[in-house]
Nanobody, 126 residues
């Protein structure tokens, strides 16, 4: 099973930027997806973005499209989430997800992934 460690969260003012990183240990497969999800206080965890480990098919939630960019460094087994034009509604714990469960689940679903990081807090002040 893949082990995931996120980093890069913090406190930022509205309009600012942050870059999250997620380093994976264990075997990954180039065509398998890796994703970012987030959970705000009192809300369910929601999909943010996913991409393949080889960098293909980046896909975003409508709420972050054009503001966030997901990318990978396959050689480093690391996935990034560059976040810009942040607003207070982006405040959440951000989780990296990997370990593809196969084609039964949509890639925007938590159920598609069996490995999760511990999460990193992102707080956007107004």
């Amino acid at each position: 099973q893949v082990q995931l460690v996120e980093s890069g969260g913090g406190l930022v003012q509205a309009g600012g930027s942050l870059r999250l990183s997620c380093a994976a240990s264990g075997r990954t497969f180039s065509n398998d997806p890796v994703g970012w999800f987030r959970q705000a206080p009192g809300k369910p965890r929601e999909f943010v973005a996913h991409i393949t480990w080889s960098g293909g098919n980046p896909t975003y939630a409508n709420s972050v499209k054009s503001r966030f960019t997901i990318s990978t460094d396959n050689a480093k087994n690391t996935v990034y989430l560059q976040m810009s034009s942040l607003n207070p509604e982006d405040t959440a714990v951000y989780y990296c997800a990997a370990g593809y469960n196969g084609g039964v689940y949509h890639l925007r679903s938590e159920l598609a992934y069996n490995s999760w990081g511990q999460g990193t807090q992102v707080t956007v002040s107004s």
